[in-house]
């Protein structure tokens, strides 16, 4: 029984510790770029309040999108320009070669398409939800560490800065 | 017994002095026993309102901030999970090491499978993963479902159930969310996974408790879904590719069941036959679902036909095999029938106040009915183990 209880004991570390290592790995060794968000404010009966961050690159207006299936996992390309504002450069399905891109996946695949990256939540102070999001109305961004294999976290929004 | 005593003491079988010293043992071991209930109730559930106190405290962010203002993100993980650790160490030292409080020491580890869960979701908070995720549920699912057979604790399989059916359907939103006609099937694949889940030989050998647990979560949303359609004015399906996904499911369930058929020694048994027959007979219904298209009647019968074929089941099983659990599954489908059904028929053609009046009154007549059905039963359980022991 003892063992066991050693064996339970060392899963929940390792799950905590690998969940700590890879995002901690992604905030470290990815490079930052600024992404131009645009919010929704829910909340989640689990952790609180947090804003959905919906960002510029969520929505890819001129696409053909036909051969692309709902969840299929998509590759953008961005383009980094002043101030490390980053925007989309183009889409594929298969990942890059080079050059600075984020792995996401199809949620809608007809037009406009709509990809999501993984970083579309931000978890905020309690009851602070609206108030941020009525300040994320305008020239918000927000800073995220891109790994090059294309995962991506979020570090901090960065409110009312106009570049 | 207490009658028994009498009829011994009359019959000049024991003496007036034996029978107030067996009256009085009686009394002092129904008093053990409520005790010990209370107790195990008590720490129960301060167990879970404790875990809930911790899931609540990381949900409102503001107080973590403040209190750890100091400190850094990965120490209050740490902090976290230490508490964690130490309160499911604790419970196992005191229940199985110690054994000088058992059963405080199983509420703790109850506890602390409450607050792993809590400690996940504090690392999602801190580095802004998705929220409402299947993977943080399959996490947490991973992590406390072993801990259900190692300490063979109840109230930790049905954590786990719980946690299965929500990240099942944060899944479903994740993956399939734009196919919405196909959600209809999502709670008859889990009720019925569940179903066969407590239907494995081994689980039911040696685990029986947890086996009627899967097969009484299983029913709910068979049930449930079986109310919903009795509802629906029509079903058909536009043949998406998701159907196909959903035509391998039904094949995998049946694979299932028919490996549980094969391995079960008591095959003959007609309760058995007749969960397998149960559980072929819904697969095929969901694919004549998919085949053809249902219309108003034939959807109105099917369903009705389903759901008072499972309270009829319920109860006739329940009371069959003297289980408790089986005959309040049954009451509470009954009554949530009798209410959807009279408010379907009731509220359009009764006075409002005659409506609730007559309603009420069924209820309570109702409830006095199988109370006093439930009260004879475990009476003559009673009885009959006593006779056993004696």
Redesign the interface.
Known sequence: ??Q??W???T???V??GF??LS??LT?TTGEEVLLKIAPVDPR???????VILNYDISTIPNRDSEYLK??ETVYVKLKVGQNKIASFESLSKVKPKKGLFIKGKV??NYRPLTV?Y???????????GRELERNLRSNAYAKVSIRKDGSA??KELVLNRAF | MEKRIKQWLEKGLISASQAEALTNDLEQEAERLRKKRSQIALYTIGAILVGLGVITFIAANDWILKIFLMLGDIFKIILLLALTCGIFYGGYILTYEKKNFPKLGKAFIVLSSIMIGATYALIGQIYHFNANNSALMFVWLISVYPMAFIFRDRAINVLSIILFIIGVVFWYMENCGSENDIFFFVPFLIGLFLYCLGNVPILKKNYNEFSLSYKICGLVPIFIMFLILSYMKELSFNGPALLISLVVFIILLAVFNLINYSLESDREDKLFKLETGFIYTILLLLILFIVYPFNEIALKLTANIFCISMIASAFSFGYKFENVRLINLGTAFLVTYLLVRYFEYGWAYLNKSIFFILGGVCLIALGYHLEKKKRDMLKGAQEKSEGGEN
Do not use: A, H, P
């Open positions: 029984m003892k066991l209880v064996v339970i004991l899963i929940w570390i799950i905590s969940m700590i995002s901690q905030l989640d009966l689990l952790r609180g309040d947090y709902t969840n949620k809608r999501t993984g970083i579309e939540s931000y978890f905020v102070k309690e009851k602070t976290k979020v």
